[in-house]
């Protein structure tokens, strides 16, 4: 079993930050990528940074300049540190990571249970 349990989320008024974390635990030989994606109310779910294990990182242009994606590879962690949030940040954030949980075998994707993030005032 592979789990990734996600903390962090919460209300927040605009202008305000958070830091989101996702920590992977379980049966893990290597991660490749890793990633926050978002869900909107009414909206597909998109993909909002992702980082590879030799930590290249990429953003949707929308959270450029405001948010920075890292990871702790000793610890299977990601983290999404998100500064000047507006209200369009809203929605339920979800950790992903591209996985192997044996030396063989395909990398397969696995995903967090999601954490909501509110920012209003």
């Known amino acids: 079993q592979v789990q990734l349990v996600e903390s962090g989320g919460g209300l927040v008024q605009p202008g305000g930050s958070l830091r989101l974390s996702c920590a992977a635990s379980g049966r893990i030989f290597s991660i490749n990528t890793m990633g926050w994606y978002r869900q909107a109310p009414g909206k597909e779910r998109e993909l909002v940074a992702a980082i590879t294990s030799g930590a290249i990182t990429n953003y949707a242009d929308s959270v450029k300049g405001r948010f920075t994606i890292s990871r702790d590879n000793a610890k299977n962690t990601v983290y999404l540190q998100m500064n000047s949030l507006k209200p369009e940040d809203t929605g339920v954030y979800y950790c992903?990571?591209?996985?192997?949980?044996?030396?063989?075998?395909?990398?397969?994707?696995?995903w967090g249970q999601g954490t909501q993030v509110t920012v209003s005032s």
């Open positions: 992903n990571a591209n996985l192997k949980r044996y030396s063989i075998g395909a990398y397969s994707q696995y």
